[in-house]
C-alpha cells in the first residue's frame, strides 16, 4: 500500500524554493507514495510545471480578515494609540491583530482541507509559518521541515516547532552546522537534500527566444526584488562601470516590492541604456543563456538555485560572499567571490570583462562538469529523508 505523503508550500510564484520544489516532486517515487501538494496561498504562477502525478491543494480562503470586527477593533485601538503617541502600545495591538489573523486563518485550513485526514509524512517545504501550520494543523506519522534560507529566521517559531519534527532538511553542511547552532534541538536529525537543477531541461528551455544581439558586454542577474537580493548593490554597480566606460547591458529578471525604487536608481544615475528590467518570467534561461556573465549581488543566500542554472548554461558567475556563494563559487573554476559591496561587484565585472584568459579558463572549466549522475543523488537523498 502506497504511504499518504504531503508537501506544504507557501505558494508557486516564481522563486528558487519553487523551483526545487518541481524538482523535488520529479524525484518522488510514485510507486511508493500517494503525493499531495498543498499551496497556503492562492498564486500558482508555476503549477503547471509540477508533476501531473500530484494531487494539488490550492488555499481559497475567502475570508477578508482585516475586515472583520475584531480586526477592526483593533486597528482603531492601534490608531488611537498612535494618536496619543503611545508607538508601544499601538505596535502591540498590531502584533496581537497578525496574530489573531495567523491563528484564525490557518484554523480555517485545517478544518476546510485537513479536518479527519491523516498521512504517514508531512513536509513544511519552507521554514517560518509553513513549518508552524503543519507542525500545528496536521496529522501525521513523520514529520520533516525544509530550511532554505542561511539566516536565523523567526527564531521563535523555530525554536517551538523543530522539537517536533523527525527530520530537518538542509541544503548542504554549511547550514548543517548554522542550523545545530541556531537549535540544538535539530542534532541528530538533519539530512542534506541538495537542491538540484535539470541541465538538459533548462537547456532546452534557454532556446525559447533570443534576446538582441549586441557588442556589448552582457550581464544578467535573476531574483525576487526584495531587499536580501541586493538588486540595490547591482544598479550602484552599474554606475561604477559606466563612469568607468565599461561597455555593458544588464538585464534584471525579476519583479517585487524593491521595483520602484530599483527604477527610481535607474533613472537617477542615468541608466536606462545599460539597465533591462525584463519582470518576472516564467522562463528565465533564454537571459541566461544569452549573457556572458551571471552576476548574484545578495546579501544573503542558502543555496541559490539562480547560480545552479548559470553554471549549467556555462555562464561564469560574480557572487557576493554569502552561505550559498561560497558553497557554489570557486574563484578562477567556475567564477568569482566578492565581498557584498558594489565596488567589489563592480571590480569583479571589470576584471573579468578585461581578463580574457581567465574568462575563458572559465568557460572551458564550467563546459567540461559532467552532470548526469545527479539527479540520481538527488533522488538517493529524497528516499533517505523519508525513509529513515
Given at each position: ?158 525554536n517551538a516547532v523543530v522539537p517536533n519534527y523527525s527530520a530537518v532538511a538542509a541544503l548542504h553542511e554549511q547550514q548543517k552546522a548554522l542550523l545545530e547552532e541556531w ?184 563546459e567540461s562538469i559532467d552532470y548526469s549522475h545527479e539527479f540520481d543523488k538527488y533522488k538517493r537523498q529524497w528516499k533517505s529523508l523519508l525513509e529513515e
Open positions: 500500500m502506497k504511504k499518504k505523503l504531503l508537501i506544504v508550500a507557501h505558494h508557486m510564484t516564481i522563486g528558487g524554493v519553487q523551483k526545487s520544489l518541481i524538482s523535488a516532486l520529479k524525484a518522488l517515487d510514485y510507486n511508493n507514495y500517494d503525493v499531495t501538494l498543498y499551496l497556503r496561498k492562492n498564486r500558482t504562477d508555476l503549477l503547471s510545471f509540477v508533476d501531473e502525478r500530484v494531487n494539488v491543494i490550492v488555499n481559497t480562503d475567502p475570508n477578508r480578515y482585516y475586515r472583520k470586527p475584531y480586526a477592526i477593533f483593533l486597528q482603531i485601538k492601534s490608531l488611537i494609540a498612535k494618536f496619543f503617541g503611545k508607538k508601544d502600545k499601538a505596535r502591540n495591538f498590531n502584533d496581537i491583530l497578525e496574530e489573531k489573523i495567523r491563528c484564525d486563518a490557518m484554523e480555517y485550513e485545517r478544518k476546510t482541507y485537513f479536518s479527519n485526514t491523516h498521512y504517514d509524512i508531512a513536509v513544511a517545504y519552507v521554514q517560518g509559518y509553513v513549518a508552524l501550520f503543519v507542525d500545528k494543523c496536521i496529522n501525521a506519522d513523520k514529520k520533516i521541515i525544509f530550511y532554505h534560507t542561511s539566516t536565523n529566521d523567526t527564531p521563535e517559531i523555530h537549535y540544538p534541538s535539530s542534532k541528530g536529525k538533519i539530512k542534506i537534500v541538495e537542491n538540484y537543477t535539470d541541465k538538459e531541461l533548462i537547456t532546452e528551455q534557454s532556446n525559447a527566444l533570443s534576446i538582441p544581439e549586441t557588442d556589448k558586454t552582457v550581464i544578467c542577474s535573476c531574483g525576487r526584488f526584495s531587499p536580501v537580493k541586493g538588486f540595490d548593490m547591482a544598479v550602484e554597480a552599474a554606475k561604477t562601470l559606466k563612469k568607468q566606460n565599461v561597455n555593458f547591458i544588464w538585464y534584471f529578471v525579476g519583479d517585487g516590492p524593491e521595483r520602484k525604487n530599483i527604477e527610481q536608481k535607474i533613472s537617477e544615475y542615468s541608466l536606462e541604456n545599460n539597465i533591462i528590467i525584463t519582470g518576472m518570467q516564467k522562463n528565465p534561461y533564454p537571459y541566461i543563456a544569452g549573457c556572458d556573465i551571471y552576476v548574484q549581488p545578495s546579501y544573503e543566500e542558502a543555496m541559490p538555485v539562480t547560480i545552479l542554472e548559470a553554471h549549467r548554461l556555462n555562464k561564469p558567475v560574480i557572487t557576493t560572499t554569502t552561505v550559498g556563494g561560497l558553497k557554489l563559487v570557486e574563484t578562477d573554476k567556475n567564477g568569482v567571490v566578492c565581498n557584498i559591496s558594489s565596488d567589489a561587484i563592480a571590480k569583479s565585472i571589470s576584471d573579468l570583462i578585461n581578463d580574457k584568459e581567465k574568462y575563458n579558463l572559465l568557460l572551458n572549466n564550467l
